[in-house]
């Protein structure tokens, strides 16, 4: 299946974005990055793959942990995510990680070419998920493992929650369709799972991971990251007058207040660590 080449041209829109708030959402997300290498066993000297990479995570994190004798590739076919993250390997000094144009359902690699492939939340935006793991399958060695995250439903995120609930006050988006290509495509438990064992994944599994996302910020630089690198909240916004977009901020703000630490925001949040292994041949 081709990739959605207007998808892709908006993450292009938003990479600047994504690179501007990049250390603060390494931050955040770090924990889920952790449950991915966990479960992937990765370790120092392994050869690995992370699809939809965005700006380079979790790749760049993961450079650090395989060092020089390991390789790290991220691909995504949003250019200047790509771009983004060749520059921040450039400045990591992270020359064993490489960064290339690419999309899920048609990787350029050799059969069995990696220790491990793992992909943060980048599955929902595939045009087609089972295609994509089939190739995550193909490019991992036999017996290793190929890991996925996505996000739980909406109402245990806040990260999203506050905001879309605000904005729901104004623009109505219940009419959902269940495989909208957005952040809670397989929210659902057992969805990606059978995605996997479709795709021809043997000892699949799925494990709920709750945590918490804290980032040295208030609740209005939160705003702002958020409406910011979001494409659709940047939509939403587009539909409001001035004195409409003022009141949503007002009741997100208000939202938010809960959460507001002293060091910044404390997000419940829930993700869904989905993974399988490419069968050895018999
Ligand atoms: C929510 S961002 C996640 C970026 C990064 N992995 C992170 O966790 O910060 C989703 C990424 O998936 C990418 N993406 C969209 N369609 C894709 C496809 N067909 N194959 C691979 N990646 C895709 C987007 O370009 C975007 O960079």
């Keep these: 299946m081709k990739p959605d080449q207007a998808g892709v041209d908006k993450w292009s829109g938003v990479a600047p974005f ?21 479960e992937s066993g990765i370790a120092k000297g392994h050869t690995v793959l992370d699809v939809g990479t965005g700006p380079g995570e979790p790749a760049l994190s993961v450079a650090a942990l395989v060092g020089p004798q390991g390789k790290v590739v991220g691909i995504d076919p949003a250019s200047q995510m790509v771009a983004a993250a060749r520059r921040m390997a450039e400045q990591r000094a992270l020359h064993h990680a490489q960064f290339e144009i690419a999309s899920a359902d048609s990787l350029p690699f050799l059969p069995e070419s990696f220790d491990a492939v793992l992909c943060r939340f980048g599955a929902m935006f595939f045009p087609s998920p089972v295609d994509g793991v089939r190739e995550m399958l193909r490019v991992v060695r036999p017996g290793r493992r190929v890991v996925l995250a996505v996000w739980g439903p909406s109402n245990r995120n806040p990260f999203f929650d506050t905001l879309s609930r605000a904005f729901d006050r104004y623009i109505d988006s219940s009419s959902r369709e269940e495989d909208n290509q957005d952040a809670f495509r397989f929210a659902i438990p057992g969805k990606l799972l059978d995605v996997f064992a479709g795709a021809g994944a043997i000892e699949t599994s799925e494990r709920l991971f709750p945590f918490t996302i804290q980032g040295p910020v208030s609740a209005e630089e939160f705003w702002a990251l958020r409406c910011e690198m979001s494409e659709t909240l940047r939509e939403k916004s587009a539909k409001l007058s001035v004195g409409q977009l003022a009141e949503v901020r007002r009741q997100a703000l208000i939202d938010l207040a809960e959460y507001s630490t002293e060091g910044g925001l404390r997000l419940p949040a829930e993700v869904l660590i989905v993974s399988g292994t490419k069968n050895r041949p018999a």
Aim: proline share 5%; charged share 30%.
């Design 18 to 38: 994504w690179e501007k708030y990049r250390e603060i959402i390494q931050g955040m997300f770090a924990p889920v990055t952790d449950a991915l290498i966990e």
